[in-house]
């Protein structure tokens, strides 16, 4: 096709050969080379269920094209992975993808990419076709891809095949990996042996890789790729062109990772994303640009504490009021921006039932306030009955805080939560002995004993059940230290009775 036979003729007559430590004088700065470094564009994603969402990817997309790559007249595009949001990609993001790279071709722009996590293809011995693979048959973008079949290798493009690991555009040679998953330092010598067989002296050398680097945002399970094996590559390549990272990274004017045009998950509201515009000068020194320039979706997060709040309706006014004062508000009207995405994450202790919050009232609400494209509500805060060793001093030694631990649990028990302290004793009590090899009948009957010291003390009185029985629970513990209680067998049954009678008069 005819994407691959535009060099433009002014470039490739300036065929890169500037020798290392070369300076051109200041005034006198000639641009050999100008491309755009994509990542991450994430055609197809999903989320909250919001339909615009879906558009702003594509928005963002073509935005880009529009103003970026088309009013520079770049040599090349590079889309450095994750292109699409998953390999099985959906017809709609198919339509953005291909209104995006016909506007490129339109201009006679080359488009060259590598797979991602996202958009890999399966292992070729299940199946060997890919969409990634399909544009690239198709002549719409130049997918470069290591040979694997027989080793590794970086192999020349094919024009007649339409594949290959690298091509030389406009005075670069650009070289594509593909996702190299928790092998990725160990590929880096992979890599390094095969660049030295196919880098382009004279040329500008590109690498594209798409992987976490060492120091930046990195996942738990997968490990980065580490500085020193990255360094690996210093005296081969000119540009590390990185994808996978959702946030703007450089790393010593060398590698360079733009981030997601869009933000994917809320996670990624802080992080800075967005483009390179990069110039080559006929040094070789890279002038890169990065630019948010473009239409992004805003985002916020907001936080509302509901330790302490008494009911539903002061969480419901209080979630309001940070609103008013903090929330970005948008009016359709005046704004040019979109309208923003704000999570509001309810945190603390919550005084009462989950259910009691009408989340949907306070959606609808601040939606109305704030003209907000999507309110999220999550709700991260903690019932207090279930709150375990809550406000307890961080400085509290092991032996207090696993007695509290202990009655903290117990107090969710209706039935023994007026009597958590001294069970929490009885526990660690059972416990010790139970350590000390003390014989199990022995803690049977000591647990027995303190049943029924407790069933003795409360029969005839359920406030010592329902709540109000603290001290009247701690001048029995020293009556029973003293032994002076007989166990009997209906102690338990006692007490179950009683706490059933005060559960079902607590409403
Ligand atoms: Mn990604």
Same mark, same amino acid.
């Given at each position: 096709?005819?994407?691959?036979?535009?060099?433009?003729?002014?470039?490739? #007559?300036?065929?890169?050969?500037?020798?290392?430590?070369?300076?051109? *004088?200041?005034?006198?700065?000639?641009?050999?080379?100008?491309?755009?470094?994509?990542?991450? +564009?994430?055609?197809?994603?999903?989320?909250?269920? /919001?339909?615009?969402?879906?558009?702003?990817?594509?928005?963002? $997309?073509?935005?880009?094209?529009?103003?970026?790559?088309?009013?520079?007249?770049?040599?090349?595009?590079?889309?450095?992975?994750?292109?699409?949001?998953?390999?099985?990609?959906?017809?709609?993001?198919?339509?953005?993808?291909?209104?995006?790279?016909?506007?490129?071709?339109?201009?006679?722009?080359?488009?060259?990419?590598?797979?991602?996590?996202?958009?890999?293809?399966?292992?070729?011995?299940?199946?060997?076709?890919? $969409?990634?693979?399909?544009?690239?048959?198709?002549?719409?973008?130049?997918?470069?891809?290591?040979?694997?079949?027989?080793?590794?290798?970086?192999?020349? $493009?094919?024009?007649?095949?339409?594949?290959?690991?690298?091509?030389?555009?406009?005075?670069?040679?650009?070289?594509?990996?593909? $996702?190299?998953?928790?092998?990725?330092?160990?590929?880096?010598?992979?890599?390094?042996?095969?660049?030295?067989?196919?880098?382009?002296?004279?040329?500008?050398?590109?690498?594209?890789?798409?992987?976490? /680097?060492?120091?930046?945002?990195?996942?738990?399970?997968?490990?980065?790729?580490? +500085?020193?094996?990255?360094?690996?590559?210093?005296?081969?390549?000119?540009?590390?062109?990185?994808?996978?990272?959702?946030?703007?990274?450089?790393?010593?004017?060398?590698?360079?990772?733009?981030?997601?045009?869009?933000?994917?998950?809320?996670?990624?509201?802080?992080?800075?994303?967005?483009?390179?515009?990069?110039?080559?000068?006929?040094?070789?020194?890279?002038?890169?640009? !990065?630019?948010?320039?473009?239409?992004?979706?805003?985002?916020?997060?907001?936080?509302?504490?509901?330790?302490?709040?008494?009911?539903?309706?002061?969480? !419901?006014?209080?979630?309001?009021?940070?609103?008013?004062?903090?929330?970005?508000?948008?009016?359709?009207?005046?704004?040019?921006? *979109?309208?923003?995405?704000?999570?509001?994450?309810?945190?603390?202790?919550?005084?009462?039932?989950?259910?009691?919050?009408?989340?949907?009232?306070?959606?609808?609400?601040?939606?109305?306030?704030?003209?907000?494209?999507?309110?999220?509500?999550?709700?991260?805060?903690?019932?207090? &009955?279930?709150?375990?060793?809550?406000?307890?001093?961080?400085?509290?030694?092991?032996?207090?805080?696993?007695?509290? +631990?202990?009655?903290?649990?117990?107090?969710?028990?209706?039935?023994?939560?007026?009597? #958590?302290?001294?069970?929490?004793?009885?526990?660690?009590?059972?416990?010790?002995?139970?350590?000390?090899?003390?014989?199990?009948?022995?803690?049977?009957?000591?647990?027995?004993?303190?049943?029924?010291?407790?069933?003795?003390?409360?029969?005839?009185?359920?406030?010592?059940?329902?709540?109000?029985?603290?001290?009247?629970?701690?001048?029995?513990?020293?009556?029973?230290? &003293?032994?002076?209680?007989?166990?009997?067998?209906?102690?338990?049954?006692?007490? &179950?009775?009683?706490?059933?009678?005060?559960?079902?008069?607590?409403?």
């Amino acid at each position: 096709m005819s994407l691959s036979l535009r060099y433009n003729s002014h470039t490739t #007559a300036h065929a890169f050969a500037a020798p290392a430590g070369f300076v051109s *004088p200041r005034a006198f700065v000639v641009i050999i080379m100008k491309f755009l470094h994509l990542a991450d +564009i994430h055609l197809g994603c999903r989320r909250y269920n /919001v339909e615009e969402r879906t558009a702003d990817f594509f928005r963002a $997309w073509s935005d880009v094209i529009a103003r970026h790559a088309l009013p520079n007249a770049v040599d090349f595009v590079l889309i450095c992975g994750d292109f699409f949001n998953s390999r099985k990609v959906d017809p709609q993001a198919m339509n953005h993808a291909i209104i995006g790279l016909q506007m490129l071709k339109e201009a006679g722009i080359p488009v060259v990419a590598i797979e991602g996590n996202h958009d890999q293809h399966e292992s070729d011995a299940v199946n060997r076709f890919s $969409w990634m693979r399909s544009l690239s048959q198709w002549g719409y973008l130049i997918l470069l891809e290591p040979d694997t079949r027989d080793g590794f290798r970086l192999v020349p $493009w094919n024009e007649d095949e339409r594949s290959g690991s690298y091509i030389d555009i406009a005075g670069a040679r650009i070289f594509g990996t593909h $996702w190299f998953g928790t092998s990725t330092n160990a590929a880096v010598p992979l890599v390094v042996d095969a660049l030295r067989d196919a880098r382009g002296e004279g040329l500008f050398n590109i690498l594209m890789l798409h992987t976490d /680097v060492e120091g930046q945002l990195n996942r738990p399970n997968i490990p980065a790729l580490s +500085i020193s094996r990255m360094k690996e590559l210093r005296a081969l390549v000119d540009y590390v062109a990185l994808g996978h990272t959702h946030k703007r990274f450089e790393i010593e004017d060398w590698a360079f990772n733009p981030g997601s045009l869009e933000a994917c998950t809320i996670d990624e509201f802080k992080e800075e994303r967005g483009l390179y515009l990069v110039e080559v000068d006929a040094a070789g020194r890279v002038t890169a640009e !990065h630019s948010r320039d473009y239409t992004q979706r805003p985002f916020q997060r907001l936080n509302f504490d509901v330790s302490g709040v008494p009911d539903a309706e002061a969480v !419901h006014a209080g979630v309001l009021e940070v609103i008013r004062l903090e929330a970005r508000a948008h009016d359709p009207e005046r704004d040019t921006t *979109p309208a923003p995405i704000i999570e509001i994450n309810l945190r603390g202790h919550l005084g009462f039932k989950n259910s009691l919050l009408d989340i949907p009232r306070l959606r609808d609400e601040a939606r109305a306030l704030t003209g907000a494209l999507h309110i999220m509500i999550s709700n991260r805060s903690v019932p207090v &009955e279930y709150a375990v060793a809550a406000g307890l001093d961080s400085d509290a030694s092991r032996q207090v805080r696993e007695r509290r +631990i202990i009655e903290d649990l117990i107090t969710r028990d209706i039935r023994f939560r007026g009597r #958590a302290h001294d069970m929490a004793a009885l526990t660690l009590e059972a416990k010790r002995l139970a350590l000390g090899d003390e014989s199990p009948e022995k803690i049977l009957s000591l647990i027995e004993q303190q049943l029924e010291l407790a069933a003795t003390q409360t029969d005839g009185a359920h406030a010592t059940l329902t709540g109000s029985g603290d001290e009247a629970m701690h001048a029995r513990t020293g009556a029973a230290d &003293e032994g002076e209680l007989v166990a009997s067998a209906s102690a338990l049954q006692a007490i &179950e009775r009683n706490a059933l009678k005060a559960a079902t008069s607590d409403g």
